[in-house]
Structure formats: C-alpha cells, structure tokens
C-alpha cells in the first residue's frame, strides 16, 4: 500500500469467526523487502523476537479505490485471497481522546468463508527460534 507493507500486530492472531473483535495495532512500515522475511529479531532490537510469515496472498479493496485514502478515513473494507485467512474483513480504527491513534479493531465479516469454530493453530508457529531459516545480526554497541 502506497510503496510499503502496512503493519498491525494482533496480539491475539487473527480470526475467521465475525464474532471475534481483534485489536490490531497499526506498528511501523516495512520496505517491500520484508514480505518474505523469516527469522530472529535480537533482543535490543525495535520487534524482538521471532518473526514468521503466517499466511500471504492478496487483498481487494470492497469500499473506495484508492487503499491510502480509505486508511486516512480510518475504515479499510477489504478480501483476503490468503492461504488462511480469506474472504471479507474490516479494520476499523478506534477514535477517542484515550487512544494512541494506532489501535484499530480486526473483524471478520459475515460471508460463506466466515467459520465460527477457527481457532489459530499453535503448530503454526516454530516452537524453537533457531527453527527459523534467518537471522538479523545483533545491533552494533555504539
């Protein structure tokens, strides 16, 4: 989306259940160059931890033409063509004057790919670091 990978962590993974309501919150972007990025960030480092690429594929907008634009408004409507996650979804940014302006909420919308029993699957997710296949190289002491 506009020359970048637009980036929310969702503590609590994502969902297929439109019953679920998902805090997503908006982190910083990433170059295009990260899509396929596997491995350890070192402790120290902005996102420590291990990073895996749960699921990939592409997105349609449903509302509006212009992705950017849709985001500023605060309400992206959009498909999934995902390996997991598919069908319609909604992220809609929370207003107020007690948020930071990067929480966001995750829906799944009602359709025929909605499933009311997914749940994330915890073998999804290497159980050792050193399963993963990269590594960024620990920050230089200044």
Known sequence: MGGVLKSWAVPKGPSMNPADKRLAVMVDDHTLEYGDFEGVIPQGR??????????????????????VAELKKGSLKFTLQGKRLQGAFALVK???????????????????????????????????????????????AS
């Open 94 to 140: 929370f207003k107020g004057p007690r948020t930071t302006g990067k929480e966001w909420l995750l829906m799944k919308k009602t359709d025929g790919l909605a499933n009311p029993r997914f749940t994330l699957e915890s073998a999804l997710t290497p159980a050792k670091p050193e399963q993963l296949k990269e590594t960024i190289p620990p920050c230089e």
């Open 46 to 67: 902005y996102g420590a931890g291990p990073v895996v690429i749960w699921d990939n594929g592409t997105y349609e907008l449903l509302e509006g033409s212009d992705p």
